[in-house]
């Protein structure tokens, strides 16, 4: 028997694995333009995820997670984002909060909590 106590990874535990990552480039109208997009992982269940996303190729800014995908209170340069994970996919929001149309990209890590 293999002794796992002093281990920091090993195969007798199931961690997170990267299933699908990537990155979406959309360009959201100003004046309150909204973007939704969803990214398709077909798991059959509610994957672990992480989104962030980008404005004109400045700070990179988490998008908040929600059931429900509704502008929340992550805001950079003027444009807030949200996600949400369901079954197939995972949807994401756009909305501009300023007068001119801004180019945002979305990063996206979905995790598989399968063993592989």
């Given at each position: 028997?293999?002794?796992?106590?002093?281990?920091?990874?090993?195969?007798?535990?199931?961690?997170?694995?990267?299933?699908?990552?990537g990155?979406?480039?959309?360009?959201?109208?100003?004046?309150?333009?909204?973007?939704?997009?969803?990214?398709?992982?077909?798991?059959?269940?509610?994957?672990?995820?992480?989104?962030?996303?980008?404005?004109?190729?400045?700070?990179?800014?988490?998008?908040?997670?929600?059931?429900?995908?509704?502008p929340?209170?992550?805001?950079?340069?003027?444009?807030?984002?949200?996600?949400?994970?369901?079954?197939?996919?995972?949807?994401?929001?756009?909305r501009?909060?300023?007068?001119?149309?801004?180019?945002?990209?979305?990063?996206?890590?979905?995790?598989?909590?399968?063993?592989?």
């Open positions: 028997m293999v002794n796992n106590d002093n281990t920091s990874f090993s195969s007798a535990f199931n961690y997170l694995k990267r299933h699908l990552s990155k979406v480039v959309e360009t959201v109208a100003g004046s309150f333009g909204e973007v939704n997009g969803t990214i398709t992982h077909d798991l059959g269940y509610v994957p672990a995820a992480r989104a962030f996303y980008q404005v004109d190729g400045g700070k990179l800014f988490a998008m908040t997670s929600s059931v429900m995908i509704v929340t209170v992550t805001i950079g340069d003027s444009v807030v984002g949200s996600f949400g994970v369901t079954t197939s996919g995972l949807t994401y929001y756009l501009n909060e300023g007068g001119s149309p801004q180019d945002v990209t979305v990063y996206y890590i979905i995790y598989t909590d399968g063993l592989l």
